[in-house]
């Protein structure tokens, strides 16, 4: 998709983008000075592989002032993106044939990680709502299940679980000796009365079976810097830094220097930025609402909603590219070539009648591609059944 939009950029078309899968704001300016003051003082050196110690600890800090978890500042490893952090803990953890349970939707990524450790990624179903069901994730355990890689708040859904659902899902990992790989990049957008819980912090003993991911990316805008936070017992800790020692060397120094800036004094910039996310996510839930031949559980927290199209719209032609909706990925297609509107295709996130909406992208252009997407939906509504 992006290759098709830039495509048709380069041909002079003014494309409206809601495919962002990173925030549309600038990092702390703590965090960008600090980083032109280590590059002026010479610090572009290697560091210790999983990290500086301070980055470690602040990170530590962070993690139990935010998360309610403690972990020793060498249970902590800075790695180069929550990215590789995950595809890492699945290295560390995963033998060939292991397999790894992932509530689906998902972020497309997490499958091609879990076969890059020799592990088989079995996809379950959230319920209607995207939220994990408990029932589809027990009749998916076989004895070759070794861990759950969840995500909440959540990409592409924008969906966050909820307490009891979360706990509910820790106790049954717990019993069943499963390893958690808690993907929590979207903790600090969440929106509305909805707030963010780690299974690990509704359920203790679970932190000895789990790994908790984070990082810089979404929370302080600092995709491009690659730093992330994978937490885990001391022994597994220790596994991870050593595979990154051979994979990486270490995270970008730099950067590092920057993300403790940022952790330390960047707290302000991240409110400003998860507030003008929280109206944006207002605006998107309002219209999509009461936009015909759509459901959307609404989103509660990340910069995603995730529509499934109606059956008055599924099987349908649109009038104005005469193609036939069979799926998310066909509205999308339609929607750029008639409407120059970009969005994500529901079928690399698992479901195929969904689309995703980033609202990683100004008020003024989110509010003129909504009301294109609902111009289209309507014409394919009252376009007659085909
Ligand atoms: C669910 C999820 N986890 C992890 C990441 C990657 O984070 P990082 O930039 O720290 O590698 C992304 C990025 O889009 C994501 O959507």
């Given at each position: 998709m992006i290759a098709r939009v830039r495509e048709l950029q380069a041909q002079g078309a003014e494309i409206l983008e809601l495919t962002a899968g990173e925030p549309d704001f600038r990092p702390p300016e703590v965090a960008e000075k600090a980083a032109m003051e280590a590059i002026q003082a010479g610090k572009g050196r290697y560091t210790p592989a999983s990290g500086t110690m301070a980055l470690r600890q602040a990170a530590a800090n962070w993690i139990e002032s935010d998360f309610g978890l403690r972990y020793s500042p060498r249970e902590v490893i800075v790695c180069p993106g929550a990215k590789i952090g995950i595809s890492q803990a699945l290295l560390a953890l995963i033998r060939s044939g292991d397999e790894v349970l992932i509530p689906t939707p998902s972020w497309t990524s997490y499958p091609e990680m879990v076969r890059i450790a020799e592990g088989v990624p079995v996809m379950v179903p959230c319920?209607?709502?995207?939220?994990?069901?408990?029932?589809?994730?027990?009749?998916?355990?076989?004895?070759?299940?070794?861990?759950?890689?969840?995500?909440?708040?959540?990409n592409p859904t924008g969906a966050v679980w909820p307490k009891d659902r979360l706990k509910a899902l820790g106790e049954w990992a717990l019993a069943h000796d499963l390893w958690v790989i808690s993907d929590e990049i979207y903790a600090h957008l969440v929106y509305g009365d909805n707030r963010h819980d780690s299974p690990m912090a509704l359920v203790p003993e679970l932190q000895q079976r789990a790994v908790w991911i984070g990082g810089m990316s979404k929370a302080y805008a600092m995709t491009g810097w690659r730093i992330g936070f994978a937490a885990a017992p001391e022994a597994l800790a220790k596994t991870i830094g050593g595979l990154q020692s051979q994979l990486a060397s270490c995270p970008n120094s730099i950067s590092q220097i920057a993300s403790l800036a940022a952790l330390q004094h960047g707290g302000e910039a991240r409110q400003q930025m998860r507030q003008a996310f929280e109206n944006r996510c207002r605006l998107v839930s309002e219209r999509l609402a009461i936009m015909p031949g759509l459901e959307c559980p609404a989103p509660q927290g990340a910069f995603y909603a995730f529509p499934r199209l109606q059956d008055s719209i599924l099987g349908r032609r649109d009038p104005a590219t005469g193609r036939q909706i069979q799926s998310g990925d066909d509205f999308i297609e339609v929607l750029l070539e008639a409407d120059q509107v970009a969005l994500m295709g529901g079928t690399a996130f698992g479901e195929p009648t969904a689309f995703r909406i980033s609202f990683a992208a100004s008020e003024t252009v989110l509010t003129d591609a909504l009301d294109r997407i609902a111009g289209r939906l309507q014409a394919i509504q009252n376009s007659g059944n085909d």
């Open positions: 319920d209607r709502n995207h939220l994990p069901d408990l029932e589809a994730l027990e009749a998916a355990r076989t004895s070759a299940t070794k861990a759950i890689l969840i995500n909440s708040p959540c």
